[in-house]
């Protein structure tokens, strides 16, 4: 949408907005919404005797619809059976119909300011950083926070530059220069403005915004081709939009696509994040054989390292870094170095490598497995060269232990039923084993079983309640 576009629009919406007004939210026969503010400090302004008729939405749904056909500033962007999205001049429309909603409704968004970048008080260096050397930005925030409105003053940056810039956005709803050509995928494929934009080469190309997985592979083919490029993403934290890319994109690369973040809240830029691929050993783990490649994520308002990016067993885990009062990587506790999810990958990892039934327990970079007596041997291999594999697979340091050393859980049981056909064993725990996940080491076999919400496991397999009866079994501090 150019500016003279945004100069010269004045149409049937103008009289339902004034100065203040970001938002007007309609639906039929309740009454009219509006939000006033500015980015993150919006509130809804309702005028209960101002009441949006069925009939007076319908009419103005059909004026808005002539505006397209007549109109050179305007388009309707998306069309589709029960919804359509029109960009009429400054106006970004969304049209709902009954059933996909539970009446007819029409959303109406209009930029309240353009701003400037030196209104946004910029640090010389954080300023500098943007202008001459990010290349793969992403502006990212909570809906409303602004993160459009800073886009569009970090391109006029670019354009008194002489740059060659170019938009991808759905709907088109940036306040731009007429010099800047604006694509939308509701005419063209993602294929189509990739090869678009992969001949006509720009010097930097506005993503507003990445949503899904073709929005994250297109942001990834054209950075690694050398354009430069400003992503608009939704996230509610700064550290969120990074974590949206791990599974779209190969963990290597994500800082060669991704170097800088900045997180904008109430319309101010909160934190600036940029990301550094290194070979290190993670924070919190003590062997320099699990030195491994590990994306630093540092502040560079706070000039300090906040999280660190690595693959542990198959997870990618993203983890905080702790640190001192003088900003230095504090040594998280054990339990703060693998999280559940990291866990849960290790022990699929191991389930498909351990001929056995197995347990494990992770002390900070070391794992304690325990299996069978007569399966020691094997897991450990000739020469250690078994258990050698599983540590470079898994990423840890491996002691192999039997079930005889596992750890117990000492708490009172009580055992019921089982006796009749068709009648389940019941084992009672504190309640405050509820809801679960136990180890009970039968014989020379785990059995895992989770409780209910009175903890109680209930066993209906009749060998294994046969098994339990004659055998007995004992309880694995987890």
Request: hydrophobic share 40%.
């Amino acid at each position: 949408m150019s500016e003279n576009a945004v100069n010269n629009a004045g149409f049937v919406l103008d009289h339902y907005f004034d100065e203040q007004t970001m938002s007007l939210h309609l639906k039929a026969n309740r009454p009219i919404l509006r939000k006033k503010g500015k980015p993150g400090e919006r509130k809804p302004v309702v005028d209960p005797n101002e009441i949006m008729t069925k009939e007076g939405l319908l009419a103005l749904i059909d004026e808005l619809f002539r505006e397209v056909e007549t109109r050179e500033d305007a388009f309707l962007e998306i069309n589709r059976e029960l919804s359509k999205v029109l960009q009429v001049g400054p106006y970004r429309i969304v049209i709902v119909y009954a059933p996909l909603s539970d009446g007819i409704e029409m959303t109406v968004v209009r930029p309240v300011k353009k701003m400037t970048m030196e209104e946004y008080n910029l640090d010389p260096e954080l300023f500098d950083l943007l202008r001459n050397k990010a290349q793969g930005i992403l502006i990212s925030g909570a809906p409303g926070s602004g993160k459009s409105t800073f886009a569009g003053a970090l391109i006029d940056v670019y354009h008194a530059d002489n740059h060659i810039i170019k938009t991808i956005e759905s709907p088109r709803d940036l306040m731009l220069n007429d010099d800047i050509v604006q694509y939308s995928f509701t005419y063209g494929s993602h294929d189509e403005v990739r090869d678009i934009l992969l001949l006509s080469r720009p010097d930097y190309t506005i993503y507003d915004e990445v949503r899904n997985k073709p929005d994250f592979n297109l942001y990834k083919d054209l950075r690694l081709t050398g354009i430069g490029l400003v992503g608009v993403i939704h996230a509610t934290k700064p550290i969120d939009s990074i974590q949206r890319f791990i599974g779209s994109v190969e963990m290597g690369i994500i800082p060669q696509v991704i170097d800088t973040v900045l997180f904008i809240d109430k319309g101010q830029v909160a934190e600036v994040l940029q990301l550094e691929l290194t070979a290190k050993v993670p924070e919190g783990m003590l062997s320099e054989e699990l030195a491994r490649p590990v994306i630093v994520v540092s502040s560079f308002l706070q000039k300090k390292p906040l999280y660190e990016i690595y693959t542990f067993g198959e997870q990618v885990v993203v983890m905080p870094i702790q640190t001192d009062e003088k900003g230095n990587p504090k040594t998280p506790s054990k339990t703060q170095v693998v999280s559940e999810y990291a866990k849960e990958g290790i022990q699929r990892k191991l389930s498909q490598n351990l001929p056995c039934d197995f347990h494990i327990q992770i002390k900070g970079s070391e794992l304690e497995l325990y299996v069978p007596e007569y399966y020691k041997g094997k897991v450990i291999g000739k020469g250690g060269a078994g258990i050698n594999g599983l540590e470079k697979e898994i990423g840890l340091r491996i002691h192999v232990k039997t079930f005889s050393e596992l750890p117990l859980l000492d708490v009172k049981v009580d055992i019921a039923g089982g006796n009749k056909k068709n009648e389940p064993l019941v084992i009672a725990l504190p309640q405050e084993y509820a809801n679960k996940t136990m180890a009970l080491l039968v014989d020379d076999g785990l059995l895992y079983a989770k409780t209910n919400s009175q903890a109680n496991i209930v066993i209906n397999t009749k060998e294994l309640i046969t098994l339990i009866r004659r055998k007995g079994f004992v309880l694995v501090d987890n």
